[in-house]
């Protein structure tokens, strides 16, 4: 059994990753496999249309960037959360990118299908909630189970490191990670 999370921030050491980071070891505690992967600093276009993916019937894109090593990650978990910031009220341009590839590539198929999924996310100020439900749109469409928490997986911070400093924040990260738990080892009982 294994969890992913996608860090969807072009910053390193950042707040969602701090965030991500927590949920993790709460899965972990579980006696789940975990992996952080950062897309800072990697080359992840956006969709272009091209239709490659649909009309051939295959996962592949034919964009030449670190893509598709990711897609076959998540393909592969249990479990995948996705981190946001938050860029002018919405998820960033990187973490969108991320997400309309491996959604077009592994819709049709329903690859993502039966696995357990949910957004975490943070921002300064305003735009938690927007970002929240589109992330939230993307894991309901594929077929994802997202277990909750004990309130919207928002939390608040600026500078690297401000979210430590969001208790309620952090505690909803890691109830989130509870239940990510508790749902990947009941579904892999049943399955
Ligand atoms: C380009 C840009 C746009 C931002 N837009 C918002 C916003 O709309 N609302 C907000 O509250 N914070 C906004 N922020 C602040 C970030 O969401 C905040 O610093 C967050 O903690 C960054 O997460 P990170 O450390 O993981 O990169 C923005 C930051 C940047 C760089």
Redesign the pocket.
Known sequence: MKAVAI?G???KN?????LAKHTLKAIAGEGIDTELISLAGLDIRPCNACMVCRESGEEKCPIDDDLMPLYEKIKAADAVIL?A??????ATALLKAFMERCGYMGGPKRVFAGKVGGPLV???????NFTFAQIMFWFHILGFFMPGSTYWNVSF????G??EKDEEGLEIAWNFGKNVALLVKKLNSVA
């Open positions: 860090v921030s072009p910053r950042g707040n969602t990753e701090i981190g910031p938050v860029y002018y009220g919405s943070v921002a300064r100020r305003a735009g938690q911070g600026r500078e690297k401000e979210v």
